[in-house]
Nanobody, 121 residues
């Protein structure tokens, strides 16, 4: 198991930016990613780094940027031009998915507790 802890969630206005952070422990994983879950909806893929290449969900491509600081064991999600539909609890995750299973929550074995992001219009 990998220990993960998210921070940075907040209430923002439409069009504003926010950066989420995730600190993680060492462990058995090759992929780190972000998922989100809105009330009444299933947890959905946001972004992940696999083989040092970031991958994004279509809904956030061009607005969100994923980065990693290996020296500090930190994963970041920079969210720009936010929309009301970005409102959700955001989770950091670690696991060993392959490219074809990257967007499946079940492919990740460790999760943080989540951080709330609310985008108000």
């Amino acid at each position: 198991q990998v220990q993960l802890e998210e921070s940075g969630g907040s209430l923002v206005q439409v069009g504003e930016s926010l950066r989420l952070s995730c600190v993680y422990s060492e462990g058995n994983f090759r992929v780190l990613g972000w998922f989100r879950q809105a009330p009444g909806r299933e947890r959905e893929f946001v972004a992940a780094i696999i083989n040092n290449n970031p991958r994004y969900a279509d809904a956030v491509k061009g607005r969100f940027t994923l980065s990693r600081d290996r020296g500090k064991n930190m994963l970041y999600l920079q969210m720009n031009n936010q929309k009301p539909e970005d409102t959700a609890v955001y989770y950091c995750a670690a696991g060993n998915p392959i490219l074809s299973t990257l967007e499946r929550a079940a492919s990740y074995h460790s999760w943080g507790q989540g951080t709330q992001v609310t985008v108000s219009s």
